[in-house]
């Protein structure tokens, strides 16, 4: 008995021991090749008709007659959001190549939100129909279940959708603004437009049983339509300068949840980025109303750094940060990017994170941010890059069918819904190798199973890597 319940703590120990090993620490891993590679992991997921500069060859066109795989427009409009928002922050930092290539990704993402908005009073919101969808494992280029269409419209509102919709709309104008200006502005009136539809309509798609059926359970958006709204005016201001959407902030911030302190920010809730982002504007313009957006956003900080007394959020044994619910990359790459972010907005205006009365620096924001994407590169107690095609060691079952399926160079032949299942359940590595792709990662035990199936650990999802493109090119400009 007292050897049985000793080898847990055993466990532990050396879990501890190899998390404190001193990591191979500053300038150790190659973030620019890091950056380069997360970028061209957007290349993987393109659906549509490929270029002729495609660089991953093994993929080819697909969905043709609708544009975009597995359309699901929600999650789609906040990569394209944080993707914006990464090269908004630190695309000035990036090495050209780099920024060309972050800026063609997210042109892509932005001229199917550009479609999904070109008919007056309606959203498309999603193509292909999930359950008969996801009941196959096919390659993209075959794809033959129904391609239905869903959207939103004053009857049957979406503002949580429409919401993102329109941020990422007004965070890409930013971003395109030196690069192609029509498009930026063309970008910025799509983006007012949509608002105002969001606005005017307000209501949640998960609330409407028939966009119900469609998009829940894989992309419910559980957390209401509210901080959409606030997300959006907020990237509207950013982009426009207009005082409208300060304006609007200001009537309807507490109706739309800004005091709620809510800890939380992905596709499906935005609190901590509005809090980010809207601090900016105090922090640079002094608004004096504007300051309860620094106390939240000052808050959310306290949760995770080490100096703070704070209740904090779970971390694994081995440090990284970690949220249940499955893809808990997603949550480190979007926290390592509003930490650095903060930091930024911090420095410039000569300020501190207030955690109950200890001032934080924004070298501690960054100092978690490294400590967070070095681990998702390979300091960690497995040893291994969660980054597949970075490093020694990285996934090699991800849960990715063009991935795992032969290219249709090597079988051109259709392989149909059901003829992929072998390949699924195979034991075999993956056959086309998805570079930059960052998949869910280990469990709150810091164990990787590298399994198929599991797709809570093993899956790439572009949300995971579009924040993540902004925090590379932070590392790749100040390895240390
Ligand atoms: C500011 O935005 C509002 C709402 O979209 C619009 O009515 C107004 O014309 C805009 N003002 C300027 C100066 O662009």
């Known amino acids: 008995m007292a050897l049985l319940s000793t080898l847990p703590s055993l466990a532990c120990l050396l879990l501890l021991a190899m998390a404190l090993r001193p990591s191979s620490g500053g300038g150790s891993h190659d973030y620019g090749e890091a950056l380069?590679?997360?970028?061209?992991?957007?290349?993987?997921?393109?659906?549509?008709?490929?270029?002729?500069d495609q660089r991953l060859k093994w993929r080819g066109d697909s969905g043709l007659s609708d544009g975009a795989e597995a359309g699901f427009g929600f999650p789609m409009a906040f990569t394209a959001t944080m993707l914006a928002w990464s090269v908004v922050e630190f695309g000035g930092i990036m090495p050209p190549e780099d920024l060309r290539h972050s800026l063609t990704a997210l042109r892509w993402a932005t001229d199917y939100l550009l479609k999904t908005i070109a008919h007056p009073d309606r959203v498309y919101v999603q193509v292909g129909d999930p359950l008969k969808?996801?009941?196959?494992?096919?390659?993209?280029?075959d794809m033959d279940t129904p391609r239905t269409v869903y959207s939103v419209t004053p009857d049957r509102p979406g503002s949580e959708v429409a919401g993102e919709t329109a941020a990422a709309l007004a965070a890409?104008?930013?971003?395109?603004r030196e690069a192609?200006?029509?498009?930026?502005?063309?970008?910025?009136?799509?983006?007012?437009?949509?608002?105002?539809?969001?606005?005017?309509?307000?209501?949640?798609y998960s609330d409407d049983t028939g966009l119900?059926?469609?998009?829940?359970?894989?992309?419910?958006?559980?957390?209401?339509?509210?901080?959409?709204l606030l997300w959006s005016a907020a990237w509207l201001r950013r982009a426009s300068a207009n005082v409208s959407f300060l304006s609007y902030i200001q009537n309807n911030g507490k109706t739309l949840g800004a005091d709620d302190n809510i800890n939380e920010f992905g596709w499906d809730n935005k609190h901590a980025g509005i809090n980010v982002l809207i601090s900016k504007e105090f922090l640079e313009g002094e608004v004096l109303w504007l300051q309860s957006y620094k106390q939240s956003a000052d808050s959310f900080m306290c949760t995770l750094v080490p100096e703070s007394s704070s209740p904090h959020i779970e971390f694994t044994p081995g440090g990284l940060i970690y949220k249940p619910g499955g893809s808990n990359m997603q949550h480190v790459t979007s926290i390592a990017f509003l930490l650095l972010a903060y930091a930024d907005y911090l420095a410039r205006s000569s300020r501190t994170v207030d955690c109950g009365g200890v001032a934080v620096d924004p070298s501690s924001l960054r100092r978690l941010a490294k400590q967070q994407v070095d681990y998702l590169l390979g300091d960690n107690p497995m040893g291994m890059s969660y980054m597949v095609g970075y490093g020694e060691s990285y996934p090699q079952r991800i849960h990715h069918r063009g991935s795992s399926l032969p290219a249709k160079a090597d079988r051109p032949e259709q392989i149909g819904c059901k003829e992929g299942s072998p390949y699924f359940n195979s034991q075999a590595p993956?056959?086309?190798i998805l570079v930059g792709a960052v998949v869910g990662g280990p469990g709150e035990d810091d164990a990787y199973g590298d399994d198929r199936p599991d797709f809570r650990k093993s899956e790439p999802t572009t949300y995971i890597n579009a924040p993540l493109v902004g925090v590379l090119a932070y590392f790749a400009a100040n390895p240390s």
């Open 133 to 141: 969808d996801h009941n196959c494992w096919e390659r993209p280029e």
């Open 430 to 432: 993956n056959p086309n």
């Open 212 to 228: 119900k059926a469609g998009v829940c359970p894989f992309y419910c958006d559980f957390d209401g339509y509210q901080d959409e």
């Open 180 to 204: 192609d200006a029509t498009y930026a502005e063309r970008l910025l009136r799509g983006a007012t437009t949509t608002f105002e539809f969001a606005d005017s309509y307000k209501g949640a």
């Open 36 to 52: 380069s590679k997360s970028i061209l992991f957007f290349e993987g997921q393109r659906s549509g008709q490929l270029p002729a």
């Open 172 to 176: 890409a104008s930013m971003a395109f």
